[in-house]
C-alpha cells in the first residue's frame, strides 16, 4: 500500500488490547462511536469480519437532513494488530493497533477523497476517532 499520499490521525486509548480491538470492529458498538459530532448518529452497521468480507456503516444528521453508507471490503485482517480495507469508492485505508505504555495507540491512515480539503478529512475522521476513544474508556 502506498501511504506517501495519504492522511494519519491517530489516539492513544487506556484500555487492554482485546477491548480496543473488540470495540473497533463489533457493529453493534461501532454504532456507538462512529460519527463525528453530537448531531450525527451511526444508526446501523454490519460487518463480515473476514478477508474479502464487506463492512458497512450508515452515518446519519440527527435531524435528518444528510445520510450517508460509509462501505469497505477487507483486504488484509492481522488479529489484534492491522486492518486494511477498499472502500467503496476504491480508496485504500489501514488501521494499526500497538501497545504502549500509555495504552493502545490507533493509527488510521487512508487516501483523501477529492471533495473536500485534507485538513477538513483529517479533522472529521480524527474527531469520529477522538469519539471511539471516549467511548471505550467509558465502557
Sequence with gaps: MDTSNMITVSTTVNAPLEKVWEAFNSPEQVTKWCFASDDWHAPS??????????????????????????????????PMALI????????????????????????EKFDPEQMNSREMQQAGWQAILDNFKKYVESN
Design 45 to 78: 452497521a454490519s460487518s463480515e469480519f473476514k478477508v474479502g468480507g464487506k463492512a458497512n456503516t450508515r452515518m446519519e444528521a440527527k435531524d435528518g437532513s444528510f445520510g450517508f453508507d460509509f462501505w469497505w471490503i477487507y483486504d488484509s485482517i492481522e
Design 84 to 107: 486494511s480495507y477498499t472502500m467503496g469508492d476504491g480508496r485504500q485505508a489501514e488501521v494499526k493497533f500497538e501497545p504502549s505504555p500509555e495504552g493502545i495507540v490507533v493509527t
